[in-house]
């Protein structure tokens, strides 16, 4: 199964500020990455799909002015949150888009907005 | 879009079986996934079913009815490291999952 490394583990910054995340697949190239986050007791919601070489697609109510996203490369696909606030803080998790029969994610994002 | 329903809390004693339940309604269908999520640490990935029936894993079994809309996980011989959240996850045509709220698990000694 694809092997997805996660970029940092966790963060904390102050208001305001911008936070980038790496998702790097190792393993093979992945032309599409999902973006999710979790909010404490809450399940996993999809954020955005990222495309290779494209703008990404974003959900309904995610802003696409604050969650930037890049996919400059097979292998890397990287979130910024610009202009943090404490209600960002959240769980971010990427996974590669696939037909595989194992979905695998990276190990997650632990954002702290103080 | 996806709805997926699964039960917010089950607690059960250690040796025993539980089953977690999952049913979904669909705009498409492309697999079903199990995952099991401890505090604070990505989901890890238990089976996959896309055709009906029962996939056995070890411990952990998963089965399908893509007819009913209904997916199981059967967890035997419970250990405390079994203590944690359990999500079912279906994956559309293309290719993004939609979770369900989770199953917190307490294995009870």
């Known amino acids: 199964g694809a092997v997805v490394s996660q970029h940092p583990s966790w963060v904390i910054c102050k208001s305001g500020t911008s936070v980038k995340i790496e998702c790097r697949s190792l393993?093979?190239?992945?032309?599409?990455m999902f973006w999710y986050r979790q909010f404490p007791k809450q399940s996993l919601m999809l954020m955005a799909t990222?495309?290779?070489?494209?703008?990404?697609?974003?959900e309904q109510g995610v802003e696409k002015d604050k969650f930037l996203i890049n996919h400059a490369s097979l292998t890397l696909s990287t979130l910024t949150v610009t202009s943090a606030h404490p209600e960002d803080s959240s769980f971010y998790i990427c996974?590669?888009?696939?037909?595989?029969?194992?979905?695998?994610f990276g190990q997650g994002t632990r954002l702290t907005v103080v | 879009g996806q709805n997926i329903d699964q039960p917010t809390e089950m607690t059960a004693t250690e040796g025993a079986i539980v089953q977690i339940n999952c049913t979904y309604q669909?705009?498409?269908?492309?697999?079903l996934f199990w995952y099991q999520q401890h505090a604070g640490e990505a989901p890890t990935f238990l089976s996959y079913?896309?055709?009906?029936g029962l996939e056995e894993k070890g411990r952990f079994s998963s089965f399908l009815s893509r007819s009913k809309g209904y997916s199981y996980l059967l967890l035997k011989e419970l250990q405390m490291k079994d203590s944690a959240s359990y999500l079912c996850?279906?994956?559309?045509?293309?290719?993004?999952?939609?979770f369900g709220a989770g199953t917190t698990v307490t294995v009870r000694a």
């Open positions: 393993d093979f190239q992945a032309t599409t």
């Open positions: 990222s495309n290779e070489g494209s703008k990404a697609t974003y």
């Open positions: 079913n896309v055709l009906d």
């Open positions: 996850a279906v994956r559309d045509g293309d290719y993004k999952l939609s």
């Open positions: 996974t590669p888009q696939g037909a595989a029969t194992e979905a695998f």
């Open positions: 669909t705009s498409g269908f492309n697999g």
